[in-house]
């Protein structure tokens, strides 16, 4: 069977209506319908918001109208052009809601406008989006994002918000139909009344009354109306790695996960997983912000990695996610290229040292062997060992430590961290510890001798790669030199041959950048990137990671095109924690008790003691 889905005939042939009734292609749709969409929806909110033309050729029709009517084609205005705002990013991603949504509201939009403003330009273009939007109708087949009940509460602050500054304009659009000269206090009142249905204390001449009641009203219950929709709908939760996906994970790791040092990070569980139609090859991803992010190499067969990287791509067209990949290797880089379509771009470098050529000796290694020295005549000891090796008492303590060593709010990590320490599951990882013994008459500490931890999950049958950093902010700086060592020095006694340690970004350039005779760019290039570091360990991490004279593997971001970067980079951000875009940690809800979870290992490198994580 092959892994790609090439499709089968079947031997009868359906009826197809024919291609003018078919409307186009969805690959034919412009990019541009969700600005289209937006322009609509600002042209229907500016005809709401201001009077009417005095010399429209509609005006003399427009008269003989109850005012009430006049009013609400007003209120009509201004909820279809903040609605159709709303709906513009999803028009843009070919939302099949959306695009309902959108062919709804067009006629009252349209009518509103020729009602109220009498502006025929602004309906005829309503108009021609319509009539685009009905002809493109199949392009408009992109399934709902993953839902959260959190957006019920953005909407309500973010739309209340807008609707009180709406007010403001509507209330203050009729100058001189305003009888007297309320005060900036009696106006807001009248706003925040409006905006509940009740009369405020502005009064208005020539029936204004209506339409800036109506228009506040309608503010109000667009508000309340959105905001419960969202807050009771059915949600679609976002895709999490199941049990039975997992095992099927852990049996391609088993017979592949020694091509990949980030293979076994697919076992995060808040990862969605697609395999090949043969089950050989899976592609782990997570969707934010709209991005369907994968790391590393497909998992499994590289033969049968093309239909993994099909199905990945299908499960992209189908939500009209962004599709792109982060830290994978070069030739996981020229099948993504090759089978998609897409570009890659060099992001980084892995470091990666092999335990037989390890050695502290010689010049190269002069100031981690004496920084390791001078921690072991302080009495510090170091232990190595499997997950599985160790008693429960002391792994949770490791746990609990590891959590309040954490130097941020959030947990970072995705390409490169597990997020959990599991003996059942994980048993095959290590776990490096550093240990003090308190001085005489000293009381321990919480967590007793422990003063720093290092975790690092498998690779392959003789592989290790570096999950996790943490110490104690009490211990002496270079904890984590020391740790590496011991592990580097323990490893042939756990059959490790190699050991990954962290991932350093734009590596080359840096180390390009300070060579003799490099070029202008790169030397701008490189102080943009030591500027960055002051936030993102940049130089830090590499500075760290070259001290034990690795070898570098380079690792690469795969996208469309290049207007999707910014995009991919923001997603990326959160991904790994660096960057958060949600509601401020007290009003989040409280996550499903899962083991204790971990934080990426790429921890804050400190200034006086390069790799001292915090």
Not at 41 to 56: T, V, Y
Not at 114 to 137: E, K, P, Q, T
Not at 383 to 399: F, G, S, T, W
């Amino acid at each position: 069977m092959s892994d790609r889905l090439d499709g089968e005939k079947s031997g009868t042939v359906a009826w197809r209506p024919p291609r003018w009734l078919r409307g186009p292609r969805p690959e034919k749709v412009p990019p541009l319908v969700g600005t289209a969409g937006a322009v609509v929806g600002l042209l229907n909110l500016a005809a709401g918001l201001f009077p009417r033309f005095r010399h429209s050729r509609l005006h003399a029709l427009a008269e003989v109208l109850p005012g009430t009517v006049s009013a609400l084609a007003a209120a009509s205005s201004i909820v279809v052009g903040i609605l159709l705002l709303m709906l513009a990013h999803g028009l843009k991603r070919r939302k099949r809601r959306a695009w309902v949504a959108a062919v709804a509201l067009l006629p009252v939009g349209i009518a509103a406008q020729l009602v109220y403003r009498h502006s025929v330009l602004g309906a005829a273009f309503s108009l021609a989006l319509l009539a685009f939007l009905v002809w493109h109708r199949r392009a408009f087949e992109a399934l709902p994002d993953p839902r959260s009940r959190v957006k019920a509460l953005l909407n309500f602050v973010a739309l209340g918000g807008i609707s009180f500054g709406l007010g403001l304009v509507i209330v203050n659009s009729h100058p001189h139909k305003i009888v007297g000269d309320p005060s900036v206090w009696e106006r807001i009142k009248h706003v925040l009344w409006g905006l509940f249905g009740f009369e405020g204390p502005v009064r208005y001449v020539s029936n204004v009354d209506y339409t800036v009641g109506y228009s506040l009203g309608a503010l109000g219950l667009l508000t309340v109306a959105t905001t419960a929709y969202l807050a009771f709908r059915p949600e679609h939760p976002a895709a999490r790695l199941t049990e039975a996906d997992e095992e099927k994970l852990r049996e391609l790791l088993a017979k592949h996960g020694g091509r990949d040092s980030l293979g076994y990070f697919a076992l995060r569980r808040d990862k969605g997983v697609v395999f090949s139609p043969t089950g050989k090859a899976a592609v782990c991803y997570r969707v934010i912000s709209g991005v369907m992010l994968a790391s590393g190499d497909p998992i499994g067969d590289v033969e049968a990695w093309p239909g993994a990287i099909e199905r990945f791509m299908e499960e992209a067209r189908a939500h009209s996610w962004t599709p792109a990949v982060t830290g994978c290797s070069e030739t996981g880089g020229q099948v993504w290229t090759r089978e998609t379509g897409m570009d890659a771009l060099e992001l980084g470098d892995e470091a990666i040292v092999d335990v037989a050529d390890f050695t502290l000796t010689g010049r190269s290694m002069r100031n981690v062997r004496q920084m390791v020295k001078r921690i072991e005549r302080n009495g510090y000891e170091t232990r190595v060992r499997r997950v599985r090796d160790l008693e429960p008492e002391e792994l949770a303590r490791i746990q609990k430590a590891a959590d309040a060593w954490r130097d941020t709010d959030t947990e970072r990590g995705f390409s490169m961290a597990l997020g959990r320490i599991d003996a059942d599951k994980d048993g095959d990882a290590v776990i490096a510890t550093a240990h003090l013994a308190p001085a005489e008459g000293e009381t321990p500490g919480p967590f007793g001798d422990l003063k720093a931890m290092q975790h690092y999950v498998p690779w392959g049958k003789d592989g290790i790669s570096l999950e996790l950093m943490r110490r104690d902010r009490s211990a002496d700086p270079g904890m984590n030199e020391l740790l590496i060592v011991a592990s580097l020095q323990a490893a042939p006694g756990l059959k490790i041959k190699q050991v990954s340690l962290n991932f350093a970004v734009f590596r080359s350039s840096l180390e390009r950048g300070e060579k003799l005779g490099a070029g202008p760019v790169i030397r701008i290039w490189r102080g943009m990137l030591i500027f960055l570091s002051r936030w993102y360990q940049i130089e830090s991490l590499y500075k760290f990671n070259d001290k034990f004279q690795p070898r570098w593997e380079p690792r690469f971001v795969v996208f469309r095109n290049s207007r999707d970067i910014p995009r991919i980079g923001l997603a990326a951000l959160q991904a790994e924690g660096y960057l958060e875009l949600g509601l401020p940690r007290a009003l989040r809800r409280k996550a499903p008790a899962e083991p204790q979870p971990c934080a990426h290992k790429d921890e804050p490198i400190t200034a006086d003691a390069v790799g001292t994580a915090a």
